[in-house]
């Protein structure tokens, strides 16, 4: 059986900004934003989209495309060692670990959606939120919202994932586009736009570090990398596409879509609550932000509407993420194991289901999993991808960036490849120390 490919270029883009654009988007990225010091944080994270996850992302996309393989079946073929093949292979696991929270958080999400039809929340944001997020409620929207995803999966590439999110994401920018105009022009919300677009060196000084390792967690996390995602999406790619160009677009409108957020979120937030206080400013755990806005929407006229576009534009977000976090396992399985697709989607879905629903009944688990786990598995993936670029690829590497490229771009090879060998594993290899000692720290303390 041939391998599939995207039908088109505007097809792929759109795939992989739709992999990109997710919860990290419109409910972490405004999170860690309210936590980390508002402008402070927004700058150093742009900083680090520019000069560490545009040359990760184009890394991940040359191993994709030069291989025409998954993440584990790429790394074994184009070096011949199987360790190699291991360190693809992690990618291939820790996307399963990721699904298996991101489809409990899809299910509050699908909840959400559902329930603003009916104002089921509009009573009591809070107290809702705390009964629908952990136990039996919510394994049972993340196997709804598990199916959704395995049912776009199983149309595959072309007829699945190129389809789905060719709708999915223009629907998301005109939603967005429409909730920020309305959020932005209500009264009391220049406070939210001063506390988000306000640049405060005195924040940035003070919490110099903490900013730094939130802020490149979460650039990690929205581009989609560490895991191999970007390599599987490559792999469906001809020798026609200048790799340098598509991933700057994709950055970019990944971007935008995640700074568009901003501008729904902080002046709905400080002109229905005057300011950032309560779970948003305090951080309150993963739900935070998501009681304050449920709640922002009650307080205002036509929230109910407004509610609906706001959790139908994170439904389509979170499907567009999560299709590509099922599509790594079974390109997997279908390359290196010669499963049917649709077996392959049956047995990582029945997979998935119980580690999700694990993470659904033990909210000690779902913690430790959606922040310290993640963190650390993509961090230590995405270190990997970058030395076996630049370490084992070299020079091939650079033709790869450089095929179907013009000549301005193909000049930026040689710099891209230098960074990939050096600067980048090292910032991304010491990020990944101090967090293991923290958690080490923690640990012995605790
Ligand atoms: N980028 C997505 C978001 O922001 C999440 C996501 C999809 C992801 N695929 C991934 C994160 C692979 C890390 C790795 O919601």
Redesign the pocket.
Known sequence: MTRESWRTRLGFILAAVG???????V???PWMTAENGGSAFLVVYLAIILLIGVPGLLAEFVIGRRSQRNPAGALFRLSGSKSWGAVGLFGVV??VV?LSF?SVVGGWILRYFLASFTGGYFGSPGAYFGSINFGLPAVGFHVAFLGLTSLVVLGGVRDGIEKATKVMMPAIVVLLVALAAWATTRTGADAGLSFYLDFDAAYLRANFFDVLGAAAGQA??????????MITYASYLGDDHNLAFDGSIIAVL?TGVGVLAGFVVFPLLFATVGELTGPAASGGGPGALFVSLAGAFTQVPFGQVLAIAFFGVIVL??LS??I??LE?PVAYLVDEHDLERRTATGALAGLVLLTGSANALNPALFDFVASTL?DLM?TAGLAGFLVFVGWVLGKDAVAEFSTGAGSRVQSLGPAWLWSVRTILPLFLLGTLAVNLLALAGVSILG
């Open positions: 992999s990109a654009v997710g919860l990290g988007n409910w972490r990225f820790t996307a990721l991101y990690l996390f929205t581009l989609s990398l560490g895991v191999g995602t990944n977000a979170a993420s999560s590509s976090m790594i993640v993509l």
